[in-house]
């Protein structure tokens, strides 16, 4: 069985947006370049976010996987710079992710839909700035 990433989402704090994919692992989805933002998008994401999610911390392998192995993966940035991550494994015709975390991902489609199909559309950079992630 091959991998195949449907949907790949990045927001940091310091404003950069990164995304790949609708969530389809039937659609091939071309790479977009990481750029800066000043258009809050790691903040709104948050905003979305109740505090008792992160008693979800743990991997979670579904019951039952019927079809695909499916992967959903949510990884958190602390202040005190600590990863916290999420990570449910399930399968593509069974039992999804918890709806909590489902939500997650879906609030940062929806906030990142936008600058996403101008990358897609325009094959142009949504945002003015360069942002060098390797810094």
């Not at 069985?1 to 449907?6: L, N, P, S, V, W």
Request: with cysteine; glycine share 8%.
């Amino acid at each position: 069985m091959g991998e195949h990433t449907a949907l790949f989402i990045l927001l940091t704090k310091q404003g950069i947006v990164q995304r790949k994919g609708d969530g389809n692992p039937g659609h091939t989805h071309p790479a977009t370049n990481a750029w800066c933002s000043s258009d809050g998008h790691s903040e709104a994401l948050m905003m979305t976010i109740p505090e008792d999610t992160f008693n979800y911390i743990h991997v979670y392998p579904r019951p039952n996987i019927i079809g695909t192995e499916c992967r959903l993966t949510t990884i958190f940035q602390a202040k005190d710079d600590l990863d916290y991550s999420f990570r449910v494994v399930y399968g593509s015709d069974s039992e999804g992710p918890p709806s909590e975390l489902a939500e997650i991902l879906i609030n940062a489609v929806k906030i990142t839909e936008g600058w996403y199909q101008r990358q897609i559309n325009e094959n142009t950079p949504a945002e003015k700035k360069w942002c060098q992630v390797w810094k």
